[in-house]
Nanobody
Framework: VQLVESGGGSVQAGGSLRLSCAAS???????MGWFRQTPGKEREGVAT???????SYADFVKGRFTISRDNAKNILYLQMNSLKPEDTAMYYC????????????WGQGTQVTVS
C-alpha cells in the first residue's frame, strides 16, 4: 500500500482544511488513520476508520474533525473545522490490516499551520 497525502497549508484560527490521502494497493479492506506530530513531541493519533466505516477520534478533535473514506476512489479524508493554533503539525495518513495492532504503511506527511 502506498499513501500520498495532500491538502495541507496555512489557515487562520477558526478556519477549515480538508486533507486527502490517496492510497494504492488493497485499500478497502484496510483500517486507516490520521496521525500528527510536531517537532520534539511524539506522534499522536487523531482519527481512525475501519473497513466498514466505524470511526474513532482523539478527544482534542472530537466535534471539529471528521474522518471519512471513499473506497471507490481509494481516498481517505480528514475534514478539519474550527482549527486552533495547537492543531499545527505534520499530518500523516496510515494504513494497516485491521487485525494488526500497529500501522505499518505511512504517507510522507502534509503540513498544517494554524495562526
Amino acid at each position: 500500500v502506498q499513501l500520498v497525502e495532500s491538502g495541507g497549508g496555512s489557515v487562520q484560527a477558526g478556519g477549515s482544511l480538508r486533507l486527502s490521502c490517496a492510497a494504492s494497493g488493497y485499500y478497502s479492506s484496510f483500517c486507516m488513520g490520521w496521525f500528527r506530530q510536531t517537532p520534539g513531541k511524539e506522534r499522536e493519533g487523531v482519527a481512525t476508520i475501519d473497513s466498514v466505516g466505524s470511526t474513532s477520534y482523539a478527544d482534542f478533535v472530537k466535534g471539529r474533525f471528521t474522518i471519512s473514506r471513499d473506497n471507490a476512489k481509494n481516498i481517505l479524508y480528514l475534514q478539519m473545522n474550527s482549527l486552533k493554533p495547537e492543531d499545527t503539525a505534520m499530518y500523516y495518513c496510515a494504513a494497516k490490516k485491521c487485525w494488526l495492532e500497529d500501522y505499518n504503511y505511512w504517507g510522507q506527511g502534509t503540513q498544517v499551520t494554524v495562526s
